[in-house]
């Protein structure tokens, strides 16, 4: 009996499998589901009514589609017929070529997909109907291919990156419309109006999402690093594949696109998510790294299905995105490091949809930070104005702003500070320093980074620098040029992604990458990852005093064979003044025959001179016309020109860097002690450089010194200024024994005679004794500042890393975080 039973449940359970099979092509998703719902319209409506940004994005939907919807009612052909011609069916098209027929049908799919917009906005059936007229000539060309044949611009990578995600999002914006009964479309083909078939659609959409995915070529392999390519196609397959109306075909394609994966379209859970650090952060260059298109996609998997919590699991990557606000310049220009451009932005996507997740998941912190992050960006725009213009082809979803977009109020949460003194970005072996002020930041805050690495679009940097000040980027680091184009010439490949392009140190003239490991082949840019060894505060902490901060970053550079630390600590001595001391050790573990200290700097002239400020002579020399003969010719000076050189000296140099555009300079001190010849020069033009200096050469300061440096670090105190004359007086070396430990900088600001002791050693139980000066350290970095100003004295001894700090008969033990401050009159 019991067996009976069974076989008669295995038969039931049987027969709803076939009819679930049979019946498979019911559809369970609503229409639309992309961007927003139809029980969502009422709220967006209601935004739209309340909200002048709002209205200005519709606004601007309708100067975009109005003009031709009122030429498509009378003559639909006009329209249709500019469609632009589509690939044969072969993707063998290179990016440049595709790139002009990408643009065309980009234009065109955007205008269907707007005009959905605004059928779902008015609920007017002309808009659907301009919506349809156009994809139906889509609809057309690809039903009859076959995924392997399916392309609309011969390439591989701009089809679902450009044309299909607006094709997609104009069905879902007009399905409830097309699938009536009794609508017709105008066919180019026939030249008439005929009924729509969505199985035609259908079949279309799915070799859409089968071009894109790829089934038929080689499988993903989970845990491997790969490009940003799969995450900027992934929209031409996320969108297509939830406009896939059989439940169960589009059950199967979005488990290939989030877990599978293919070699094209890897797996968004098992490949892409796991590349991002555990910062957050898409693991490139500054400007690659901003990967709005991630938070997106999570936000729409989320919406559509929330049973995978993929927002809850991925918060570290919505609070990462923050940490580019982190890294902006007083003037909110970006930090450079790697093929990364200054001036790109593209923060505030990941901030709009880092709150639309935050508030419809009840994420606190996170909407907290995004509508600070967003008040910033608006305030500094002059106020919040959608642009729906985009990125023209590289679109990045601009009308998001209003399915998602969230009023920012006006007065926020003032305890979150995007100002903070210390970022470490790890894979990029970055730190970051900031000195803030209240008032007028952008022209005397101070900002600079020291770091570099290995990383997809990374360069050849060693430890690099880049310091801001006076309202510019005054020694920047490389980035990358305006055209895809220029990054194959040898100006790029042999210079700005090299050593001499950066502000780094060279060793005996033969400081290179490996090509083994590179992330572009022949490119030799593998070099260590440079590491932070101390920072005070710590990342994204309080600092215990407003003058001082510092970070410490070390490199083991396996590839030359050298070991290399460096410093840098910016020091406020007043509300117009301040500097940046860098500390620069390095060492061959080999042969020690000389060291080179590269600097860059905007201006019109370098002025090298002692301290009595009488010039130097200078000797043409072709020093820097040389290579090791490697492909790319390291360490890449041949670029400099007009070389000229000073003798050697042990005495205590000046250098100021003029900017005549509007009288700013950079005041450069180098303490004696350390036989140096200082060769000046100039060097290719600075890119995204302010005033017109992005068409000058870039002065170049080189400093050579025999042996190491190490025991004898390079030390620059390099103060910005408004002045032609530096608040700083003379900088003069610390000495322990023979070795160089640090500096004493003399600064005269207003009626104060400010004197800084600062001692940098390298590792934190190093013990400095000065009996002259009565002073005593046992750490890694420490300062004494002693101000006079009329008859008073007053002393702050300040503990960036250490145990104990002495001065006189004044006394300073660190916390347990061995840190520690004393003010004292």
Not at 547 to 576: C, M, P, W, Y
Request: contains cysteine.
């Amino acid at each position: 009996m019991l067996t009976q039973i069974n076989s008669r449940l295995r038969n039931m359970i049987g027969l709803i499998c076939i009819i679930a099979m049979m019946t498979g092509s019911a559809q369970s998703l609503k229409h639309p589901v992309i961007y927003i719902t139809q029980q969502e319209r009422e709220q967006v409506l209601k935004k739209i009514k309340e909200y002048d940004w709002a209205k200005s994005i519709v606004g601007q939907l309708h100067q975009n589609v109005d003009p031709k919807l009122k030429r498509h009612r009378t003559h639909p052909a006009a329209i249709i017929d500019s469609v632009p011609p589509f690939s044969n069916g072969t993707q063998n098209r290179s990016e440049q070529d595709a790139a002009p027929l990408a643009s065309e049908h980009y234009n065109m799919l955007k205008l269907a997909s707007e005009a959905g917009m605004l059928y779902y906005l008015s609920q007017r059936e002309e808009y659907a109907q301009l919506a349809a007229d156009i994809i139906q000539v889509y609809i057309e060309e690809l039903a009859p291919r076959s995924p392997e044949t399916t392309t609309i611009t011969g390439n591989a990578f701009f089809d679902p990156r450009t044309t299909y995600p607006h094709l997609a999002l104009a069905y879902d914006f007009i399905h409830a419309y097309i699938t009536k009964q009794g609508v017709r479309v105008y066919s180019s083909k026939q030249g008439n109006q005929i009924p729509f078939d969505n199985e035609k659609a259908q079949k279309a959409l799915h070799n859409m999402v089968g071009n894109v995915l790829q089934e038929y070529g080689k499988p993903d392999v989970h845990g491997q690093v790969v490009s940003n390519h799969p995450i900027l196609t992934s929209p031409g397959a996320l969108f297509s594949i939830l406009c896939i109306e059989d439940d169960l075909e589009r059950e199967r394609m979005f488990n290939i696109f989030w877990k599978k994966g293919t070699a094209h379209q890897n797996s968004f859970k098992n490949t892409i998510l796991p590349i991002f650090s555990e910062q957050g952060l898409w693991p490139e260059s500054l400007s690659y790294g901003f990967m709005p298109i991630v938070s997106m996609n999570l936000n729409i998997i989320d919406r559509v299905k929330p049973e995978l919590n993929v927002t809850s699991k991925t918060k570290h990557i919505f609070n990462g995105s923050f940490l580019y606000d982190y890294l902006r310049y007083p003037d909110r220009r970006f930090v450079r490091y790697g093929d990364s451009k200054r001036n790109n932005d593209y923060s505030a996507n990941n901030y709009r949809y880092a709150l639309h997740v935050a508030q419809r998941r009840g994420y606190t912190d996170i909407e907290k930070k995004a509508k600070k992050a967003l008040r910033q960006a608006y305030y500094a725009q002059g106020g919040y104005s959608p642009n729906m213009t985009g990125n023209g082809p590289y679109d990045q979803y601009p009308h998001l702003q209003l399915f998602w977009g969230i009023d920012i109020p006006e007065h926020l949460d003032k305890n979150i500070d995007f100002n903070m003194k210390s970022v470490i970005i790890d894979h990029a072996g970055i730190a970051l320093q900031r000195n803030y002020v209240e008032k007028n930041n952008e022209l005397y805050g101070l900002c600079g980074i020291i770091g570099g690495a290995h990383y997809v679009h990374s360069h050849l940097t060693g430890i690099s620098m880049e310091l801001y000040g006076a309202g510019y980027v005054m020694s920047p680091n490389a980035g990358l040029p305006p055209t895809v184009a220029e990054r194959q010439i040898p100006l790029h490949e042999h210079y700005f992604r090299l050593y001499a392009g950066s502000n780094t140190v060279v060793v005996n003239g033969t400081s290179h990458g490996l090509d083994k490991g590179s992330w572009k082949g022949k490119a030799n840019v593998w070099q260590n990852t440079v590491v932070n060894r101390a920072a005070e505060p710590k990342h994204l902490e309080e600092g215990i005093a407003e003058e001082f901060s510092f970070a410490t970053q070390f490199l083991d550079d396996t590839v030359n064979k050298v070991t290399q630390e460096r410093t840098l600590s910016t020091i406020r001595t007043g509300e117009k003044t301040g500097y940046y001391f860098d500390i620069f050790r390095s060492k061959a573990n080999t042969v020690n025959k000389f060291h080179d200290y590269i600097y860059h700097n905007l201006g019109d002239s370098t002025r090298i001179s002692n301290l009595d400020n009488e010039e130097l002579p200078l000797k043409r020399t072709d020093r820097y016309q040389n290579d090791i003969g490697d492909v790319v010719k390291s360490p890449g000076w041949r670029y400099f020109e007009n070389t000229k050189s000073t003798e050697v000296t042990e005495s205590g140099i000046k250098i100021r860097f003029d900017i005549e555009f509007d009288g700013r300079y950079m005041h450069l001190f180098v303490p004696e002690g350390v036989p140096r010849e200082y060769t000046k020069a100039l060097a290719p033009p600075t890119r995204e450089a302010k005033n017109g200096y992005v068409d000058k050469k870039t002065q170049v300061l080189v400093i050579r010194q025999k042996g190491e440096a190490w025991n004898r670090p390079f030390i620059g105190v390099f103060e910005p200024s408004t002045q032609k004359k530096a608040s700083v007086q003379k900088v003069e070396p610390l000495l322990d024994g023979e070795n160089i430990v640090g500096a004493m900088v003399t600064s005269k600001v207003g009626d104060s005679l400010i004197t800084d002791f600062i001692i940098s050693q390298d590792n934190n139980n190093a013990i400095y004794k000065n009996k002259t000066l009565n002073l005593y350290f046992k750490g890694r970095f420490g300062i004494v500042r002693k101000t006079i100003y009329k008859n008073e004295t007053n002393i702050i001894l300040y503990i960036g890393e250490g145990d104990l700090l002495k001065f006189g008969t004044k006394e300073l033990k660190s916390n347990q975080e061995q840190q520690g401050l004393l003010r004292l009159q």
